[in-house]
């Protein structure tokens, strides 16, 4: 379901591009929010109690204990991701 913070946009620290809040919502392994979404996001709405709205508390805490991965790891895992979205676009 769309949000009205979907459409917000910000430089993403991981691709080094645009990207809408609605990206950062899902891009995670199994559609699941990226890790630095609270990093990303704190200063432009609240982002906290927008996804406190949207995730069961289980997954709520699951997402604030998410770490990083090793940066190979995440670059691999955004490539495939991308790939995978262009793929279901054509
Ligand atoms: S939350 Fe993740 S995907 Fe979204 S801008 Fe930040 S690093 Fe990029």
């Given at each position: 379901m769309e949000h009205n913070s979907d459409r917000l946009m910000r430089r993403c620290p991981r691709l080094g591009g645009p990207v809408e809040f609605s990206y950062c919502r899902f891009?995670?392994?199994?559609?699941?929010?990226?890790?630095k979404i609270f990093d990303c996001w704190w200063e432009i709405f609240d982002v906290v109690a927008y996804m406190k709205k949207c995730l069961s508390p289980e997954q709520f805490e699951k997402l604030t204990q998410k770490k990083a991965k090793p940066k190979v790891v995440s670059i691999v895992e955004l490539i495939h991701e991308i790939q995978k979205r262009n793929k279901n676009q054509e």
């Open positions: 891009c995670d392994e199994n559609n699941h929010p990226c890790f």
